[in-house]
């Protein structure tokens, strides 16, 4: 009676000391806190790749200005020495045929809106590289405070293990049991905080921020609900919002363009300019009219490839209409596979598991059950609560994933 009245006494204690260091709080830098929207707008600004099309989209701009209203003329002068001193001056202006310069200015504002297009698509990407970066840090960090938790209750377990084992109430086995698990979290632990070091190191880079910055993500895995449309619908929504699709699209404009270009080509320009003749006896003046004779070269060669280019454009638009359709069918699936699977944690499983550890524990505590099965029952509700961790996450991709094939997002 005395033996079970100090271990009692003594459990007590431990306990209230294990449970003082679980609720104190662990002082962290505010400063190296980020959220994800903080995240996301520090990856737009900063992102090196982001940064290079930026200035993509500048060049294309400034291509699309310069194109000229007019040519400029052409200044020719020459002086012949003689008797009489003939000097002849030419001022001549081509004036281009067949519409050349508006299909050379429809050209540059098909480039300018591909790369405005890829600055979208690459921005989108980014977004969504960043957010599964994002969540999986979070994803880590919640699984490190789960890990952190169960390393204080196995050094409680081992601790009264021991006191047990001095009164002569168990076994030294299960005191080694006892450490076996405790030993087990931590190496559990030095994982994820090397899993940890990992993501953090991919959420720098994609910030643009410095790589040795450990920053602490704050929030949590939004359980978002599966859009309340049918896949046709997402599918149609999809062919029209991809900016992928978008730029092979006007990729088969900018070949029409070369096309209609070279045929424009065929006609050859027209030069018209004033002659001024002078000597020591008299000045002329005259009309001087010039025009290629497109005998030999005919464009044959930009007029059949810019043929053939359109063919294989349209062969293009086709299949990234079906490999599309298809990316959308997938990530459709994948919402609603990853929600059906969440249901099995939100039926109050998880508090179920919960309720009976706590019971558990405080069996163990006052003797009542024994170490092992203490142990099953903790060990079920640490893999309940890193399988949900997993799921949510999952979910939470495939959702960003559905996103990034319709190519919009979704509200």
């Not at 084992?165 to 030294?172: K, L, M, P, S, Y």
């Not at 899993?195 to 920053?215: D, F, I, R, S, V």
């Not at 903790?378 to 309940?384: D, R, T």
Request: glycine share 6%; net charge neutral.
């Amino acid at each position: 009676m005395t033996n079970r009245l100090y271990i009692a006494i003594t459990t007590i204690g431990i306990y209230i000391f294990s449970l003082i260091g679980l609720l104190t709080p662990v002082s962290a830098d505010m400063n190296n806190e980020i959220s994800l929207e903080r995240a996301i707008e520090t990856a737009i600004k900063q992102n090196y790749t982001l940064r290079s099309i930026y200035e993509k989209v500048k060049i294309a701009q400034e291509e699309y200005n310069g194109i000229p209203l007019l040519s400029n003329p052409e200044l020719e002068s020459e002086f012949i020495g003689s008797i009489q001193g003939e000097q002849n001056i030419e001022i001549i202006k081509s004036i281009e045929l067949g519409g050349q310069r508006r299909h050379r200015k429809k050209i540059a504002q098909i480039n300018l809106e591909k790369a405005e297009h890829e600055l979208t698509r690459e921005r989108q990407t980014l977004n969504k590289s960043v957010k599964l970066s994002f969540y999986q840090l979070l994803l880590i960090q919640e699984k490190v405070k789960l890990v952190q938790e169960m390393i204080l209750q196995n050094q409680l377990i081992y601790d009264i293990a021991q006191i047990r084992h001095v009164a002569g109430d168990i076994a030294i086995t299960q005191v080694g049991l006892a450490n076996l698990q405790l030993q087990s979290a931590r190496r559990e632990l030095a994982t994820l905080e090397n899993k940890q070091q990992l993501a953090q190191l991919e959420l720098n880079g994609l910030m643009g921020t410095a790589l040795t910055a450990k920053p602490r993500v704050t929030g949590d895995l939004p359980l978002k609900n599966p859009p309340d449309i049918n896949l046709d619908t997402l599918t149609s929504k999809a062919l029209m919002h991809r900016t992928d699709l978008k730029s092979l699209k006007l990729q088969k404009q900018l070949t029409e363009s070369t096309y209609k270009l070279a045929k424009a080509a065929n006609i050859p320009n027209l030069g018209i300019g004033g002659i001024v003749q002078r000597n020591q006896d008299q000045t002329g003046l005259g009309l001087k009219v010039t025009i290629p004779l497109p005998i030999f070269d005919r464009n044959r060669v930009e007029i059949k490839t810019s043929t053939v280019q359109i063919k294989q454009d349209n062969i293009q638009i086709l299949n990234l209409e079906n490999t599309i359709t298809q990316d959308v069918t997938a990530a459709y699936l994948s919402v609603k596979a990853g929600k059906r699977n969440l249901m099995f944690y939100e039926n109050d499983l998880l508090k179920l598991i919960n309720k009976n550890l706590i019971l558990t524990r405080s069996a163990y505590e006052l003797g009542e059950t024994g170490l092992l099965e203490l142990i099953i029952i903790q060990n079920e509700y640490i893999k309940s609560q890193m399988d949900y961790l997993d799921t949510l996450y999952i979910y939470q991709k495939a959702f960003i994933d559905l996103e990034m094939a319709i190519g919009t997002p979704l509200h």
